[in-house]
C-alpha cells in the first residue's frame, strides 16, 4: 500500500506560479511511476503530467507543456508539480497518482493509488 497526500493548492492570479505536492507513505515510493491529473468542475478528469520512478523520464499534456514542470526528490517521498504562467482554464482539483508500472502512462485507470485532491484557482 502507498498513501499520497497532496497539497499546496490555493488561489492565484493569471499568469502567476505555483507548486503542488505530493507526500508518500508506505511501500518504496521510488519504484513507483507518479502522475498529476486535474478535474475541473463539470468535465472528467484528465492527464497532466507524469514522472519515471528515478525521475529521468517525464510526460506531459500538451496543454500544459513548457508551462509545468514534474520532478521528484525519492531521498523525501514527494513529488513536486510546478505550474508557471497560470491560466483560467488551469483551475481545477489537482491529484497525485502512483503506478506499480514501468511505463509513464496518461490513463488514469493504469494508477493504483490516489490522493485526496487539492483545489487549484485561478483567477483574472
Known amino acids: 500500500q502507498v498513501q499520497l497526500v497532496d497539497s499546496g493548492g490555493k488561489l492565484v492570479q493569471a499568469g502567476g506560479s505555483l507548486r503542488v505536492s505530493c507526500v508518500a507513505s508506505g511501500r518504496t515510493f521510488s519504484r513507483y511511476v507518479v502522475g498529476w491529473f486535474r478535474q475541473a468542475p463539470g468535465k472528467e478528469r484528465e492527464f497532466v503530467a507524469a514522472i519515471s520512478w528515478s525521475g529521468s523520464n517525464t510526460y506531459y499534456a500538451d496543454s500544459v507543456k513548457g508551462r509545468f514542470t514534474i520532478s521528484r526528490d525519492n531521498a523525501k517521498n514527494t513529488v513536486y508539480l510546478q505550474m508557471n504562467n497560470l491560466k483560467l482554464e488551469d483551475t481545477a482539483v489537482y491529484y497525485c497518482?502512483?503506478?506499480?508500472?514501468?511505463?509513464?502512462?496518461?490513463?488514469?485507470?493504469?494508477?493504483?493509488?490516489w490522493g485526496q485532491g487539492n483545489q487549484v484557482t485561478v483567477s483574472s
Open positions: 497518482a502512483a503506478a506499480a508500472s514501468r511505463g509513464l502512462d496518461s490513463r488514469a485507470s493504469a494508477y493504483d493509488y
